[in-house]
């Protein structure tokens, strides 16, 4: 009993140890995910240029307006892209469940006693030889009472026997 609480503690320990890690991966993913789109977004996106003359500017201006367009249809084009495979995912998983509705069920154990898994295997032949077993028991019965009988008369023979040699000695 107390290896059981040994083993259940040491779980418990293991547990929080691995929360504990997990959690710290989360973090450090977390602060991971953070460097990684400021790299991105230095690299793509860079701070448009706000100095210069009115002409430079309304180039900035133009660039960006590119640049959001191009982003755009990105976006669009992931989206659809998205709802296609979302499609796709859908009808696999009606697929899946058509082919699991085919499928043999797994094999269950039951509890079963061995005349009734005969006569489930064998069907009406079982019966036959339920019938030859009860006939067999019934045999048994006749051939057990017989004897009985026959102790029976064998003690009233001795009965008889001693009166009569009751009979000797007295006379
Ligand atoms: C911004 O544009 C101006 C004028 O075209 C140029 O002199 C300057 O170097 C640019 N600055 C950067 C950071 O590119
Ligand atoms: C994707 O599906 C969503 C919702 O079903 C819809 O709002 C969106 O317009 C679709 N996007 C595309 C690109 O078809």
Known sequence: MSDKKMTSSRRHHLKSVMLSIAASMI????????????????????????SGDQATLMDTCKK????????????????????????????LKIKVIDLAGVKKPALKRVRMSADAM???LLGSKHTVNMDLRANLKQVKKEVKDEPAEAVGDWRKNIEDKADRKKMFETS
């Open 118 to 120: 005969l006569k489930a």
């Open 27 to 50: 973090v450090q993913e977390k602060k991971d995910l953070v460097i990684a789109k400021a790299n991105y977004m230095a690299e793509h996106c860079p701070s448009p240029n706000k």
């Open 64 to 91: 960006l307006h590119g640049l959001i367009d191009a982003v755009d249809e990105e976006r669009y084009d992931l989206g659809s892209k998205v709802n296609k495979t979302d499609q796709e995912i859908e009808e």
